[in-house]
């Protein structure tokens, strides 16, 4: 199976601290990669290199066995990455962030009622999102992954803020995503429930 995303000799280095160094993997469609480790580990940092929003200090990534940089207007196409934050624009309603999505990245959402309703979140689909629980913000922000037909999840602690029903809904999604040939790379401290077919797993030890 051909490899989607590759890391080779990777290495980080924050406030003269190596997060990491020499890390390798190899993603194939339906594979998943779970990053773990202690707060402050540089799981974020892991992920940021890999969404090619910071340079690595060493090695490279290899995006269809291109190196990232030369493949840049392909991988942003293909790439969806939600970050620690939720990304939502917290005066926009949970309608307009969609729309904002939508647009932003032209993929369209067919039904945003009914899925804003799925997550839970009806009757709150035409308030400020500043107004929203975290929990519910969380929802709108990862609403995405139900219309997006990009291959490529990037998720920094998706599950934060979540409860366990809402969990359980998002990790059956994600192994639709992965049936479909999807990518799945996240971080979280909480422990994954589903069972995924292909899941490899790094755990970033706390350097000095
Ligand atoms: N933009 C930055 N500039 C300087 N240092 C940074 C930056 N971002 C992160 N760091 C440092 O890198 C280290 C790793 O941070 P990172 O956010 O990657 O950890 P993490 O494993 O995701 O932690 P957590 O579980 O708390 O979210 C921390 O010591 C942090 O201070």
Redesign the pocket.
Known sequence: MSIILAAEALSCV??D?V?FENLNFQLSAGQVLYIQ?????????LLRLLAGLTLPEDGQILFHGKPLPSVAELFSEQLLFIG?QSGIHPQLTALQNLAFWSALTEQQVAYPYQLLGSLGLAGLEDIPCFMLSAGQQRRVSLARLWFTTKPLWILD?PFTSLDQQLIARLEQHFLQHLSSGGVIVL?S?QTLSAAYPELQAIE?EYRW
């Open positions: 924050r406030q601290r997060l480790g202690k707060n402050g580990a540089g799981k974020s940092s620690h602690e971080t401290h970033l």
